[in-house]
């Protein structure tokens, strides 16, 4: 039955209907038509947990930086001849129904998009657009080979694999879900008493975090029952079982489910999704009759808007607007104008990848306290870029990075106290504020870097990162593409994590006296998983063994002058839980144990990283 709400804006009308799922739950769902017509239409539709009207600040242009909502952005697409249908996801804002974060989505799609297909308004071609948790319902949706589905546009998620990025990564739990839970639990779910809401309202995040680790009916969720109850579920899950493989969490397993859709993929290098994102291009690519394209941009989540990620700066051409495409709805206008009524793609969105080159700037300080970092739009056939040539860089004695291998073996150690991890500093977060922010910074404690105090100092001068790095490089280096770090470590405990972060090391200059130390990327591998996601093994005290750790994929040039930089740990808080060191199960409350953690060098236990490093000409610029 549909509430008649005709709310005409510019020959639009909006219709919000009660659409009934396979078990009777009924999800709010708005439609968009043009007034003007009385034919059949394709049909796009978005699925999110925000709110099907809700403003949302990453719906904006550069010109027009001012946040839109929901329904403008649908009103636009229907202004240029298409049904588009809004609908909140089972649980949140109007829908009736319980709310399990990502479960259901696969069903819950299917349903709609039957529903859809019924209806007197649809001419059986239908697009999905979304960006993160309405990416991941897309990927859901096409998981179940929906008839009439024909193309999407994915923009940071779609989970390709969960349980390696997104909600795990190395085995480690990615705390952004408890900041992200908390947040929405208060604000958009229709389960939640008064009570609860203002009791969530007085919560101190912070505070919770500093008192980690916590167990259930005591964490910052013990007013909101079932968001505790799928946090706990997620962290607690520390193996990639059958949980991990549901269609809603793990898209490359069903990947033969998208031959003959016509997906794009946007994301950006500070997002959490970037590797997903890569993942899904790898995986869909090579599918028979999969039309996949990819974007990777010097973003954070969702701001492809703004010309700096953090406190960096890329200039004016990393910004979507002008480069790209004209806005945002206009490039998602272009790819369903293709491929839902066969109009050409504007020149440039034939490319299969397109990909910003960072590095290359002044290196200054911007009038607006950024780094002058630069870079410039790429343009590939293929991800890895043709031509990569993946090098290994050695770990070596005294802090060296090294394309030679050190001729003596040795180790570097330190001391990992779980009561003092080193603070997250930027890097591929969202849903992380006030706690993390994401982007690139200068390594450095200051005022505001959650867990840090007076006096602040670089992170290279505490006790328990070890900093490799090489000699001022003789000659630009460009790097692209998917990184691997590759430690032979040992430890007194049973299990503990190893953490790596690249960083393009900048000189010392006038307006950075100490230099700038640029994190690039990072990842985490917790030594129980070293040898298998399903089948946990701890360590023997004191063995050497080796360890992969696969941070985000990235794209910097490396000028001469700068130094190539790897720092090694044990934590990275609060961006990923940190562990206790006594072989726990996952997402337990317990004691901690300090650890000593040995990286082994030398040609028995070749500890380096593997770089992309681009040797062809240099990729076409635009």
Not at 94 to 114: I, P
Request: hydrophobic share 35%.
């Amino acid at each position: 039955m549909a509430a008649q709400s005709m709310a005409t804006q510019s020959g639009v009308s909006r219709h919000t209907h009660w659409v009934a799922m396979r078990d009777g739950v009924r999800l709010a769902t708005d439609v968009y038509l043009p007034t003007a017509t009385a034919h059949t239409l394709p049909v796009l539709l978005e699925r999110t947990p925000y709110g099907k009207d809700a403003e949302t600040r990453r719906e904006r242009t550069a010109a027009n930086p001012a946040p839109m909502r929901r329904g403008e952005v649908a009103a636009r697409f229907a202004q240029e001849g298409y049904a588009v249908v809004v609908q909140d996801c089972r649980g949140r804002f109007d829908s009736e129904g319980q709310f399990t974060k990502y479960l259901g989505e696969a069903h819950d799609g299917a349903d709609t998009m039957e529903w859809i297909m019924a209806q007197p308004w649809c001419n059986g071609q239908v697009g999905t657009y979304g960006l993160s948790y309405a990416a991941h319902t897309q990927t859901a949706l096409a998981s179940q080979r929906p008839a009439g589905l024909k193309a999407m546009f994915l923009e940071c998620g779609g989970f390709a694999n969960a349980y390696r990025g997104g909600i795990r990564h190395g085995g480690a739990f990615e705390l952004k879900q408890a900041v992200w839970a908390l947040r929405n639990a208060r604000s958009g779910s229709n389960h939640i008493s008064e009570s609860a809401r203002r009791a969530l309202d007085e919560a101190d995040i912070g505070a919770w975090f500093q008192r980690l680790p916590w167990s259930r009916g005591d964490s910052p969720l013990q007013w909101a029952p079932e968001y505790e109850d799928y946090l706990f579920g997620q962290w607690e899950r520390g193996t990639f079982s059958d949980y991990w493989r549901q269609p809603e969490l793990y898209a490359a397993g069903r990947y033969e489910a998208f031959d003959g859709l016509a997906v794009m993929l946007m994301c950006g290098w500070w997002d959490p999704y970037a590797q997903t994102t890569t993942d899904n291009y790898l995986g869909l690519s090579q599918r028979p009759d999969c039309k996949a394209r990819m974007v990777l941009g010097p973003w954070t989540h969702g701001e492809r808007s703004v010309p700096y990620a953090g406190d960096v700066d890329f200039g004016n051409a990393a910004v979507l607007d002008g480069t790209l495409a004209d806005d945002y709805v206009g490039m998602r206008l272009a790819w369903f104008n293709h491929w839902l009524r066969g109009q050409p793609l504007p020149k440039g969105q034939e490319d299969a990848v397109r990909y910003f080159r960072m590095g290359g700037g002044s290196g200054l300080r911007t009038p607006e306290g950024r780094l002058d970092h630069g870079g410039a739009w790429r343009s590939a056939t293929g991800w890895p870029v043709p031509g990569t040539s993946f090098t290994p860089w050695y770990l070596c004695p005294q802090g060296v990075l090294s394309e030679v291998m050190p001729e003596q073996e040795s180790k570097a150690t330190f001391e990992f106290d779980p009561e003092r991890p080193v603070p997250t500093i930027g890097g591929s977060i969202t849903s992380g504020e006030p706690l993390m922010v994401a982007g690139a910074y200068d390594q450095h404690t200051g005022e505001g870097i959650f867990g840090t105090q007076e006096p602040f100092g670089p992170l290279a001068d505490r006790d328990d990162v070890l900093v490799f790095q090489t000699p001022p490089l003789d000659q630009d280096v460009e790097v692209t593409g998917p990184i691997m770090i590759e430690l032979w470590v040992s430890s007194t405990a049973p299990d503990t994590d190893f953490t790596a972060k690249l960083i393009d090391q900048y000189p010392p200059s006038h307006d950075y006296p100490l230099g700038y130390a640029m994190n690039l990327t990072d990842g985490i591998l917790r030594c129980r998983y070293r040898h298998s996601w399903e089948q946990p093994r701890m360590m023997e005290p004191g063995t050497v063994v080796e360890i992969t750790i696969e941070p985000m994929p990235t794209s910097n040039l490396f000028r001469k002058g700068h130094r190539i930089r790897l720092d090694v740990s044990s934590s990275n808080f609060p961006r990923f839980d940190v562990n206790p060191n006594t072989g726990a199960p996952e997402g337990s409350a317990g004691p901690r144990k300090l650890a000593r953690n040995s990286v082994h060098m030398g040609p028995g236990c070749p500890s380096r990283v593997m770089l992309p490093v681009l040797v062809v000409p240099e990729c076409p610029a635009w």
